[in-house]
């Protein structure tokens, strides 16, 4: 989607270099497949890392995850502690340890449809007041592995028919490159296609490999309607194309209340007048000043009307 543009699409947000630890003797690194035990200072250090890098709030409880996950990454890096760790990461201008530890730290989990209350939302409400336009954007905001905004083109080309090949187009964006990179690899394992309709398979999926190894691909004229981009949602949205949907499901999970609510508010700058926001069912927006009507679980609508 060309004319949603953001500042700083780096590969990952770029913190400051942190200086070396000194002092004392190094101590051993690990041996491959053990971690070293986190400390509760350690996990302080890197929960409040976490949160200002990408709004990920870790409250206490979470020290086992946290070791469980990141201890992988100390154990085939050879690091000795989790502080060193974090320093390395710190120190990293490039933001690929960043994006790794990122990565580690959020499960994506989805699938084609889910939610599937939404995805007739759509087809019945919002499309028809845009159908008429001859440019359609649509924003995935946090499109994992790619399932959701592909599920998205496919209900256009049912709704609108082959011209939505043309005219939708759809910006899927990610703070996960590991995600990013297996959504434009559109190749998916039999086993995560089981929510897809027998004829959307017949028309919009093909059959990819023989035998059990075999998955299904999605196909060119469907790939084409998505762009797919890295985006830390914590980072400054730049002013672009508004859209009359935008999906931000099951995200702000991973966020405290505060965090959720600057969210929204910036992207509704991103919402035209009259828009919807859909959101994961386990969330809610209760409470929040937001100027946003409730119009269904998990939908809101903006102020206005689509024209």
């Known amino acids: 989607m060309a004319n949603i543009l953001w500042r700083n699409q780096t590969p990952a947000a770029r913190t400051p270099a942190a200086r070396a630890p000194s002092g004392g003797p190094a101590a051993a690194p690990p041996l491959p497949g053990n971690r070293p035990v986190l400390s509760t200072q350690e996990f302080q250090e890197i929960r409040k890392f976490i949160y200002a890098q990408a709004g990920i709030d870790l ?12 201890g992988k ?10 502080q060193e760790y974090l320093r390395q990461v710190r120190a990293d201008t490039s933001g690929a340890m960043l994006a790794a530890m990122i990565d580690a730290l959020t499960t994506n989990y989805t699938g084609f449809l889910r939610e599937p209350v939404h ?17 359609i954007d649509i924003w995935s905001a946090a499109c994992s592995t790619g399932e959701e905004p592909y599920s998205i083109a496919c209900v256009t080309l049912e709704a609108l028919g082959a011209k939505a090949g043309s005219q939708v187009r759809i910006l899927a ?11 434009r690899e559109a190749l998916y394992p039999a086993e995560r296609t089981g929510g897809v309709p027998p004829d959307w398979q017949r028309k919009y999926l093909a059959r990819d490999g023989e035998g059990r190894e ?5 196909r060119p004229e469907v790939r084409r309607m998505v762009e797919f981009q890295r985006l830390n ?19 702000m999970i991973y966020f405290d209340r505060a965090t959720q609510e600057a969210l929204v508010k910036r992207l509704m700058e991103q919402l035209e007048p009259g828009g919807y926001l859909l959101i994961g069912h386990s969330e809610s927006l209760t409470g929040m000043n937001l100027g946003l009507e409730y119009v269904a679980p998990a939908t809101y609508k903006k102020p206005g009307m689509l024209a």
């Open 59 to 70: 409250h206490p409880g979470k020290e086992d995850l946290v070791s469980a996950r990141l």
């Open 73 to 82: 990454i100390l154990a085939a890096r050879g690091v000795s502690s989790y």
């Open 119 to 135: 995805f007739e939302f759509l087809r019945r409400t919002v499309l028809p007041a845009v159908e008429r336009r001859p440019r």
């Open 173 to 183: 964006s990610d703070i996960s490159t590991r995600a990013l990179g297996f959504a």
């Open 214 to 218: 075999a998955g299904w691909r999605i």
């Open 233 to 251: 949602l914590m980072e400054p949205l730049a002013a672009g194309r508004r859209c009359p949907v935008i999906f931000l499901r099951n995200v």
